[in-house]
């Protein structure tokens, strides 16, 4: 993670102004969203369907101690080997190991979120194994050396013109072009020489299935395929939460990751990896090593409230939906993460006193959880994490509250529930902020009050309270009646 | 080292309480309408594959299967394919038809390594020719199961992809399709559902075909 919660704001800002950006995020979102919406009245009951994917998901993790062991017994049945990662660091030295034990001068990868967790990339260039992202967006953000802007489209913020750019400089094409198919075909030439010699392919997976000990991925291109088919070895990690019972349960979620990602029924190539290659088969890995990723999510496992965090199938449905996103798109979010799904994950991950950027920036609204196809309940979460914070939970590194902030709190507290002091502190603010109103808005506020406006801005209040009104209008009303029934004696 | 962290996560995750309900879905409507609606399997299977940018060649049934072949490589201009070895492209006797008319196709069978098969497939090979385990009346796919008969890279490394398959092989649902491969201690070590060639938005939300794989699906139904 290397943007703290400073350089949220700067960054949001920056995306804010940025012309390129902002004309992709009004087009974007609203297009997956409504590509989504459509393609769920395929289901007679879309919202049954949902609660069904909540089902799967819930009942996964329910079990997920005893679908693991069965899925590493399934999958070392079948030729695979297994390794437990207990962090990133384990991850990648493991990674390293093997390329350096069979000499590999560089590797494919499929696009994949968690490898970006684990700065796969980085821990084998710097053992000198070089590094070939195979996604198109990938491989433009990895000549950018920019973060992902979109989970579907890491790249798709990027003008035409910047692509061209810097093909030519590094080479991937000649002449300057503007046609997207024809850039793409120059990366399929260029990757395709990578393909034809690879040796090691490293991938990400959508779904493991326990009762087979397959490996399902999900993609459009064809690089996945061609990184998992090419090599003689293939590495495929996995976080443990991605584990379904079986392969019932996993062509349901797939409907709905399909459709829930691009508003696709399926994506051009599904495939579903058992074991590496049967000797008399010509090609296809002779080695396939599955990783089974922790990096704190036991913990979060154990949690009971955060657990429904580990149902994600990472479709991307909470992202196109979030008001937070659509004004400033991936990069704020700064990891491999971004939108509510990020900002549900991360957290939980790496600690809340590193992220409180990410809980902080919701407004509550719900539209994720609507959109979720397994039901994750994200303000709910995310209310939770600022709870924790607030009380310096120890098991996710809460920062607490300042002296000054808790003061305050607890005034408040007491304020709200003595209702004669409210009255006093209502009278008063309503006259002391008059004189800071400009145009009927109050933007700024004296001294205990100022921190509070550097985030909001308030309506100018009424000059009586409700309950003045109230009872002056109920005097006058009963008046009113008074005098009417004084009339007709 | 592996094994103690193993033992360690099962020691951290076994026994924790959970208290979510389980909510299977049991009945027909969670799924999509096609899944129980199949009116004919046949048809939805060409409407979705060619919503997919598929192509779909039917043998009719007065053209002889080596006219048809003729047909296709000539309207998409093919001169050189290789073709798997699988049981349902066997049984069509396609490849032999094909070489009657002299088309220019090798089989997978005639490469001894490796190394060699794969530079035919990435330099040489113009299409792949394959047949399909079932097709997917449900979403339009293809159903590919990978063995020493059939290669993965056929339908995946030539411009091309031209695929095989009998009507009596379309099944309503990937479940029906499944069903019938996985289970009987043969589960193969890969197998792919295709649904259309490969493509991407990657750039600026321009949709483009063949980006890795094929930029041309074609589906002979016979």
């Given at each position: 993670m290397k943007i703290t919660p400073e350089q949220f704001r700067e960054i949001s800002a920056e995306e804010m102004a940025d012309k390129d950006t902002q004309s992709l995020l009004k087009r974007l979102p609203e297009t997956l969203v409504t590509l989504r919406k459509t393609s769920f009245?395929?289901?007679?009951d879309p919202d049954a369907a949902r609660r069904a994917g909540a089902g799967i998901r819930a009942g996964a993790l329910e079990k997920l101690p005893h679908l693991l062991e069965t899925f590493e017994k399934k999958a070392i049945e079948k030729g695979a080997t297994v390794f437990w990662a207990k962090d990133a660091q384990a991850a990648n030295q493991h990674i390293v190991r093997i390329a350096e034990e069979n000499n590999i001068s560089y590797i494919t990868k499929g696009k994949s979120m968690v490898t970006e967790e684990l700065g796969l990339n980085d821990a084998l260039m710097a053992n000198d194994i070089d590094v070939f992202e195979s996604d198109l967006g990938e491989f433009i953000t990895q000549l950018l050396e920019s973060p992902p802007?979109?989970?579907?489209?890491?790249?798709?913020?990027?003008?035409v013109a910047r692509i061209s750019d810097i093909f030519l400089q590094k080479g991937i094409i000649d002449t300057p072009e503007k046609d997207p198919a024809k850039l793409g075909l120059a990366v399929r030439r260029f990757l395709r020489a990578k393909f034809q010699h690879l040796q090691m392919g490293v991938t990400g997976v959508n779904m493991a299935i326990a009762e087979t000990g397959s490996l399902m991925n999900v993609e459009n291109e064809g690089n996945i395929r061609m990184s998992k088919s090419c090599p003689r070895i293939q590495v495929v990690v996995m976080s443990?939460?991605?584990?379904?019972?079986t392969i019932t349960d996993a062509l349901f979620l797939l409907r709905l990751l399909c459709r829930s990602a691009?508003?696709?029924?399926?994506?051009s190539y599904v495939s579903f990896d058992t074991?590496?290659?049967?000797?008399?088969?010509?090609?296809?890995?002779e080695q396939l090593h599955i990783v089974i990723l922790d990096n704190g999510r036991s913990r979060i496992y154990r949690d009971p409230v955060l657990r429904?965090?580990?149902?994600?199938?990472?479709?991307g449905a909470c992202i196109n939906i979030c008001p937070v996103y659509r004004k400033?798109?991936?990069?704020?979010?700064?990891?491999a993460y971004s939108g509510p799904m990020g900002q549900i994950l991360t957290p939980s991950l790496l600690g809340l006193d590193r992220t409180r950027h990410l809980y902080g920036?919701?407004?509550?609204?719900g539209k994720c959880k609507d959109a979720c196809p397994v039901g994750i309940d994200h303000p709910k979460l995310i209310l939770n994490y600022r709870h924790r914070n607030a009380l310096a939970d120890k098991t996710l590194n809460g920062a607490g509250v300042s002296w000054k902030q808790n003061a305050v709190d607890l005034a408040c507290a007491h304020i709200a529930a003595h209702p004669w002091l409210w009255n006093i502190v209502g009278a008063s603010l309503r006259k002391g902020l008059k004189p800071y109103a400009h145009e009927n808005v109050i933007r700024k506020g004296p001294a205990p009050l100022s921190d509070w406006f550097k985030y909001r801005d308030l309506p100018?209040?009424?000059?009586?309270s409700f309950h003045s009104q109230w009872d002056r209008m109920q005097t006058s009303h009963s008046a009113k009646i008074r005098q009417t029934k004084g009339l007709q004696k | 080292m592996t094994t103690s962290y193993r033992d360690e996560l099962m020691r951290n995750l076994i026994g924790t309480p959970s208290k979510t309900s389980i909510m299977k879905p049991?009945?027909?409507?969670?799924?999509?309408?096609s899944w129980y609606e199949n009116t004919s399997l046949e048809s939805s299977f060409c409407e979705k594959l060619t919503a997919h940018s598929g192509i779909v060649y039917r043998q009719n049934p007065a053209e002889d299967l080596g006219d048809l072949i003729d047909r296709i490589f000539e309207d998409h201009g093919i001169s050189r394919a290789i073709a798997s070895c699988d049981t349902v492209l066997l049984e069509s006797g396609i490849v032999d038809y094909a070489r009657q008319r002299g088309l220019e196709i090798r089989t997978?069978?005639?490469?001894?390594h490796r190394r060699s098969f794969t530079e035919a497939m990435f330099d040489e090979a113009q299409a792949g020719f394959t047949g399909a385990n079932f097709g997917i009346a449900e979403t339009g796919s293809l159903v590919l199961a990978f063995n020493k008969a059939h290669?993965?890279?056929?339908?995946?490394?030539?411009?091309i992809h031209i695929a095989v398959l009998p009507k009596?092989?379309?099944?309503?649902t990937c479940e029906a399709a499944m069903k019938q491969i996985?289970?009987?201690?043969?589960?193969?070590?890969q197998l792919v559902f295709i649904t259309g060639p490969s493509s991407t938005?990657?750039?600026?939300m321009v949709f483009f075909k063949?980006?890795?794989?094929?930029r041309k699906l074609i589906v002979l139904l016979i």
């Open positions: 009245n395929d289901y007679s802007f979109h989970i579907l489209g890491p790249a798709l913020n990027i003008p443990l939460e991605k584990i379904v019972p691009g508003g696709q029924d399926l994506g074991g590496p290659k049967k000797q008399d088969e010509i090609d296809g890995p429904e965090v580990l149902r994600c199938i990472r479709c400033i798109g991936g990069y704020p979010y700064g990891w920036a919701c407004t509550l609204c100018l209040p009424p000059s009586a | 049991q009945d027909g409507f969670v799924y999509p309408k997978q069978e005639e490469f001894e290669a993965r890279l056929i339908s995946l490394a030539p411009a009596d092989r379309i099944v309503a996985y289970g009987f201690g043969k589960d193969p070590s938005a990657d750039i600026e063949g980006m890795h794989g094929p």
